[in-house]
């Protein structure tokens, strides 16, 4: 009888419409927001960063670029919210725009280093041998250098522009993934359910990729949300030690640079504010590791 049940409900499961799949993916993310308080609070945190991102040209009040002599380090007022610059721009202008370009360096970022990092790690955790040898030779001979110095001699190296600060933090984070994911494969690819799919008639690629590469996401997730938050900092401060995006363009880094040469003499505004933005953003990305994961770990659907 339970045998009947089993082979009935592995028939209907491929026949079960894509709106129905949709809808039950939907339900399990309302679930793990209700589930975690934390969680829902990070996401609400992450839709304020992309409104921001996206929108933030039309919100700000002025034009982040437009110098205004008049106006020259106001403090922050019911004019200038974070008050202005050396040079009269608007803070939370600048403040608002920059959102949009240090969230695509550190998307694009994380993205190509985990398209990269988890492509190698996979192969190397999979079939092993001298690929696995040569990959951790690899991995070795990047971390061994410092990873905040490795990505400014990158970037000294092919020049301080936004395509060469995105290479020089996904070189700086592949390892993170091509270990992790290395070692999440490495202790699947004997188990229960990846040796019936091979004896099903499955190749190994097929295996690798739809069978046991989506058991190892739950921890690489959270590496993805620290990672996102690391890369901010990392453009950050390299744009803060000059080797970042160039002035005037606004960038959190640049602008944190620019206010510290005034904190001694009292216009704090125009450090302490794109400082407080940079902190929301990568305490955003903390605290969404779990959340992440919770949603993508298929032991965690109900």
Not at 43 to 64: E, K
Request: charged residues 10%; aromatic residues 10%.
């Amino acid at each position: 009888m339970s045998s009947d049940l089993g082979t009935a409900s592995v028939v209907a499961t491929p026949t079960q419409p894509a709106s129905y799949q949709s809808q039950s993916t939907l339900a399990h993310i309302i679930y793990v927001l209700r589930d975690n308080p934390v969680t829902l609070i990070a996401f609400i945190m992450l839709s304020v960063l992309v409104v921001c991102a996206l929108f933030g040209h039309w919100i700000a009040p002025y034009d982040p670029l437009a110098t205004d002599s008049s106006s020259i380090l106001q403090p922050p007022s019911s004019q200038h919210w974070f008050g202005t610059d050396n040079v009269g721009r608007d803070v939370f202008s600048r403040v608002l725009v920059a959102t949009r370009l240090d969230l695509q360096i550190s998307i694009m970022a994380v993205s190509l280093s985990f398209v990269i990092g988890a492509t190698l790690g996979a192969i190397a955790g999979y079939w092993g041998g001298w690929i696995d040898i040569v990959l951790s030779r690899f991995l070795d001979t990047i971390m061994a250098f410092p990873l905040f110095v490795l990505a400014m001699g990158i970037v000294a190296a092919l020049g301080n522009t936004v395509e060469n600060i995105i290479y020089a933090t996904a070189i700086i984070n592949i390892p993170f993934y091509a270990r992790l994911i290395r070692a999440e494969v490495n202790l699947r690819r004997d188990s229960g359910f990846a040796v019936a799919a091979k004896l099903s008639g499955n190749s190994d690629l097929r295996v690798l990729v739809q069978h046991i590469f989506p058991n190892t996401l739950p921890p690489v997730m959270v590496q993805v949300s620290l990672n996102l938050g690391w890369a901010i900092l990392n453009a950050a401060g390299l744009s803060f030690i000059g080797l970042g995006v160039r002035p005037p363009t606004p960038e959190w880094g640049i602008m944190v640079a620019e206010g510290a040469n005034f904190i001694v003499s009292g216009e704090w505004w125009m450090a302490v504010f794109p400082g407080l933005a940079l902190m929301f953003a990568v305490f955003t990305f903390n605290l969404l590791g779990d959340g992440l994961r919770d949603i993508v770990d298929p032991r965690k659907r109900k």
